[in-house]
């Protein structure tokens, strides 16, 4: 099994910055790629960036693509950095982990085996 604890989440103005971390612990020799994805009330849960340990190179969601940055450590530990944030960022950001060998970044939530508990990030204007 694998455990996933985010963190980082807060409270941010509109043109501010927040770092998310994802911890991972268990059987993280199994992982070979993780995604962040969010949710904000009322919509469906959205892909925002995912990290690979096998070659691939990391991925975004457009809406995000320049603002955001994924990274990771050998450890299997991601790190969400997050630029120039917007109201529209607001949501529920999770971590989750692909099933066991697979080691290409997915964009559907369904994909992942693994999920953290998530953390809040609101963005005032």
């Known amino acids: 099994q694998v455990q996933l604890i985010e963190s980082g989440g807060g409270l941010v103005q509109a043109g501010g910055s927040l770092r998310l971390s994802c911890t991972a612990s268990?059987?993280?020799?199994?992982?070979?790629?993780m995604g962040w994805f969010r949710q904000a009330p009322g919509k469906e849960r959205e892909f925002v960036a995912g990290?690979?340990?096998?070659?691939?190179?990391p991925s975004y969601a457009d809406s995000v693509k320049g603002r955001f940055t994924i990274s990771a450590d050998n450890a299997k530990n991601t790190n969400l950095q997050m630029n120039t944030l917007k109201p529209e960022d607001t949501a529920v950001y999770y971590c989750a982990a692909r099933p066991p060998g697979l080691g290409r970044v997915s964009t559907t939530w369904t994909e992942y085996n693994y999920w953290g508990q998530g953390t809040q990030v609101t963005v005032s204007s």
């Open positions: 990290f690979s340990w096998s070659g691939y190179r």
């Open positions: 268990g059987r993280t020799s199994s992982i070979n790629a």
